[in-house]
T-cell receptor
Framework: AQKITQTQPGMFVQEKEAVTLDCTYD???????LFWYKQPSSGEMIFLIY??????QNATEGRYSLNFQKARKSANLVISASQLGDSAMYFC??????????FGAGTILRVKS | SAVISQKPSRDICQRGTSLTIQCQVD?????MFWYRQQPGQSLTLIAT?????????ESGFVIDKFPISRPNLTFSTLTVSNMSPEDSSIYLC?????????????FGPGTRLLVL
């Protein structure tokens, strides 16, 4: 069974608007971590934000926030005030137990001017 | 955070040859990882490389095809051996930093490999 599901293959957002990228996960381990990465066309993987399973508050990093709903097993990424430079592939990933990261299929985000 | 560099950034190789990719980190890290990203796909872990021990390979990846070295806490190499066009991918080095729940994983810029 897939452990990380990103249901949106592609998304469009108007510049300066907010956008939510969906991610659901599946684990029975009480201790896990959820990550979001941005991959521009250059190919590098840029770390955006991290949420631990025991964290009480939703993680925020600048314009990025993680909407963590533990009971629903979802960890959606919210990007506020979208910029043209936000156009990229976005990956949700989970670490459970050990150190291995399992990635979702990714969502391509296109920001329109 | 960690600053990670990889060499080469990209290469075009002939089938049957081998390529060694280098990964350098600006600080000492215990765990380093090598991932592969095939065209249009997500990332898949190839192996975990710890200094002073043999690399641990994931299912579907073998040491003969992807030998890894980890001579010290800031450096690792991945060799893609006897290459075929199916090996055309981005290869990414990654390191684990921080402790406990605050552990974070950073990636290098990747090596784009095209095998003809």
């Amino acid at each position: 069974a897939q452990k990380i599901t990103q249901t949106q293959p592609g998304m469009f957002v108007q510049e300066k608007e907010a956008v939510t990228l969906d991610c659901t996960y599946d684990t029975s381990d009480p201790s896990y971590g959820l990550f979001w990465y941005k991959q521009p066309s250059s190919g590098e993987m840029i770390f955006l934000i991290y949420q631990g399973s025991y964290d009480q508050q939703n993680a925020t990093e600048g314009r990025y926030s993680l909407n963590f709903q533990k009971a629903r097993k979802s960890a959606n990424l919210v990007i506020s005030a979208s910029q043209l430079g936000d156009s990229a592939m976005y990956f949700c990933a989970m670490r459970e137990g050990g150190y291995k990261l399992v990635f979702g299929a990714g969502t391509i985000l296109r920001v329109k001017s | 955070s960690a600053v990670i560099s990889q060499k080469p950034s990209r290469d075009i190789c002939q089938r049957g040859t081998s390529l060694t990719i280098q990964c350098q980190v600006d600080s000492q890290v215990t765990m380093m990882f090598w991932y592969r990203q095939q065209p249009g796909q997500s990332l898949t872990l190839i192996a975990t490389a710890n200094q002073g021990s043999e690399a641990t390979y994931e299912s579907g990846f073998v040491i003969d095809k992807f030998p890894i070295s980890r001579p010290n806490l800031t450096f690792s190499t991945l060799t893609v051996s006897n290459m075929s066009p199916e090996d055309s991918s981005i290869y990414l080095c990654s390191v684990l930093t921080g402790q406990g729940q605050s552990e974070t994983q950073y990636f290098g810029p990747g090596t784009r490999l095209l095998v003809l």
